[in-house]
């Protein structure tokens, strides 16, 4: 490995374990490393401190190992794999006969940054974030047949989304083992077909479990709107658990397609549910109709700082539609996942909403990404789900 050295008094976020190294912490490296190279971290003095990887750009160095290491080899990969498998297990996750799918890799949160890996069934779908991840695709897929076994038919790599669009443009998304675009799988006994092929992120919302789960406890007998429906993985769990109506709203047709499908596999009576392709905003703004429970969870609005101050005001004006088209008494389940805004300023541009709205709120639940979805407690940076569940009079 190549050797970047930090700046004085730069290396106590490492010893921290914060995975992060900042372009201004390097002081200077011995041969100039190439994106995606595996790194070793020293510092000042010439102390070992972490191995990771290199990538122009704010965050410099992604660290993958806090202990001694001079290669990223498949023993290493195999370590890390069963450390997260463990892990998964010991949430009930793993041959779990009413939820089969999962978040088997978090990133940074299971010390990879720049790695995700889901289960769903018998599949496991990779997506790097970072050239030197992508780089040790093989490595991975390998530890992956090592740890997982038979409990893993196909692997696919889903990563030209989310590289780096230079090194993106030469590659393709792809089966590393088996094959198929998509299976039909369980989540806690309820069932969806997820297309991992032409599907967002990795073809399903996984971290939104717990919070679809929450949904079902208030309604029963009541009209439900699920706005940025994607497959309909809260309509599904609303018509399971009682709802009279419920309509699905997104501006993808191929979306409510996998709405319905997803509807008609759990056999939840077609006459009780709608799909609309629509804007969700202009849904609103149009609509006449003021419902019981509303769910709101949008995609990020946010990726980068310099659009977060946009970002809030479109959250501000999302929420202030849809309290408008809430009953007195309705219940709003309201979500940011833009790792940007943080828990404080979503809460605060809620407020804000509701002040505007003329309405009282009363917060109900305070929603956040499942346990599968891990945060390293000295990497805050990796809690980018945030929700509130509202009362509103």
Not at 36 to 47: M, N, P, R, S, T
Not at 201 to 209: S, V
Not at 340 to 350: E, P, S
Request: charged share 20%; hydrophobic share 40%.
């Amino acid at each position: 490995m190549k050797k970047i050295f930090l700046k004085p008094k730069k290396e106590e976020s490492l010893r921290r374990f914060h995975p992060w190294i900042f372009s201004g912490a390097i002081s200077h490296w011995d041969f100039e490393p190439e994106e995606g190279d595996a790194v070793q971290v020293l510092g000042h003095k010439g102390e070992y401190l972490a191995a990771g990887h290199y990538q122009k750009g704010s965050i410099a160095v992604r660290i993958c190992a806090f202990e001694p290491l001079t290669s990223f080899d498949t023993p290493f990969w195999v370590g890390k794999l069963k450390s997260a498998y463990n892990y998964r297990k010991s949430l009930g996750l793993i041959q779990n006969p009413k939820t089969n799918c999962f978040r088997l890799v978090h990133g940074e949160g299971d010390g990879l940054p720049g790695l995700i890996i889901d289960i769903y069934g018998t599949a496991a779908v990779m997506q790097c974030h970072s050239i030197g991840m992508h780089r040790h695709r093989e490595q991975i897929a390998q530890a992956l047949a090592v740890v997982l076994g038979k409990q893993m038919e196909a692997l696919f790599d889903k990563s030209h989304e989310t590289l780096p669009p230079h090194y993106a443009a030469t590659m393709h998304n792809g089966h590393l083992l088996g094959g198929g675009e998509g299976a039909i799988v369980r989540e806690n006994g309820h069932s969806f077909w997820v297309d991992w092929t032409e599907g967002q992120k990795t073809g399903f919302f996984l971290d939104q479990r717990d919070n679809r789960e929450l949904l079902g406890r208030y309604v029963k007998g009541k009209s439900v709107l699920n706005a940025f429906a994607y497959s309909g993985g809260f309509s599904v769990y609303a018509l399971a658990s009682g709802a009279r109506q419920v309509q699905s709203v997104d501006v993808s047709s191929k979306a409510i397609t996998w709405t319905h499908r997803n509807v008609e596999l759990n056999q939840l009576g077609a006459e009780r549910h709608e799909g609309i392709v629509a804007e969700v905003i202009k849904f609103f703004s149009a609509s006449e109709t003021q419902y019981d429970v509303l769910v709101v969870d949008p995609p990020a609005f946010a990726k980068s700082i310099a659009k977060r101050h946009n970002a809030v005001q479109a959250y501000k004006r999302l929420n202030l539609a849809a309290m408008k088209c809430l009953r007195p008494g309705g219940i709003l389940f309201t979500f940011s996942c833009s790792q940007v805004v943080d828990k404080l300023l979503f809460y605060n541009t809620i407020v804000a909403a509701a002040i505007e709205s003329g309405r009282k709120v009363r917060v109900m639940h305070y929603l956040e990404q499942p346990a599968d979805h891990p945060v390293q407690l000295f990497h805050p940076e990796s809690s980018y789900l945030k929700g509130l569940a509202l009362y509103v009079e």
